[in-house]
Each structure stands twice: as C-alpha cells, then as structure tokens.
Nanobody, 129 residues
Framework: QVQLVESGGGSVQAGGSLRLSCAAS???????????MGWFRQAPGKEQEFVAA????????AYADSVKGRFSISRDNAKNTVYLQMNSLKPDDTAVYFC???????????????????WGQGTQVTVSS
C-alpha cells in the first residue's frame, strides 16, 4: 500500500511562506509518476477542501480559487515527492494539510477527494495575523 508522509508545516505570520513536502513510498509496483497528486486541507470545524492538484505526468495543474497566485504545486519524480509552495499566507490558510495520491488522468476529477486512493497523516499549518 502506498505510504505518504507530509512535512514542512509550522507556524508563520501572515504574509509569510512555507513549503510542504509529501514523500511517497511503497508504490505498489508502480512508479511515482503514475500517480496524480493532490493537496487538501481541513480547518477546525470545517469540511476538508481541495487546494491543488498535479497530474501524473506533471503537465496539468489545478488550484482552488482561494489559493491561486499564492500557492504552487510541483513534483520531483526522482525523489518520489510532491511539494506545495505557499506564499503570502493568510490566517484563513490555517488548517491541517493532507496530500493524496490517485490514478486519475483527468485534472478536473483530481479536484475531488474521491479521486484519491491514498492519503498522508497531515501536517499542521498555522498562520497568525
């Protein structure tokens, strides 16, 4: 079973930056670039929401409107790792951030939680005003 481990979370003041990483292992005989990767987040008392996705070949990306222009998703297939660079952070970005891996070949479908078969344990991001 694919294992995903997020890291890079922490506390930062508004306007600051963080880079989250999600390292994949136990890829079940497939290569990392066989998976579409996504980031979701869940704030206290709220439902989990889509943040960003990157297609299996890295050619397509999708972002939630709330993070467009501030967040950037990328992947390093040689390191089996996907990143989420977060700039101009706002208090509303405070949440637990989860990465997911799934087989979807459609970036629009990858904006939905059901597109992912595997999830990490999450990493906390706290943005103070």
């Amino acid at each position: 079973q694919v294992q995903l481990v997020e890291s890079g979370g922490g506390s930062v003041q508004a306007g600051g930056s963080l880079r989250l990483s999600c390292a994949a292992s136990r890829l079940s005989g497939l290569t990392f670039n066989s998976y579409t990767m996504g980031w979701f987040r869940q704030a206290p008392g709220k439902e989990q929401e889509f943040v960003a996705a990157l297609s299996w070949r890295g050619g397509s990306t999708a972002y939630a409107d709330s993070v467009k222009g501030r967040f950037s998703i990328s992947r390093d297939n040689a390191k089996n790792t996907v990143y989420l660079q977060m700039n101009s952070l706002k208090p509303d970005d405070t949440a637990v951030y989860f990465c997911g891996a799934g087989p979807s070949r459609n970036i629009n479908i990858a904006m939905h939680r059901d597109a992912y078969d595997y999830w990490g344990q999450g990493t906390q991001v706290t943005v103070s005003s």
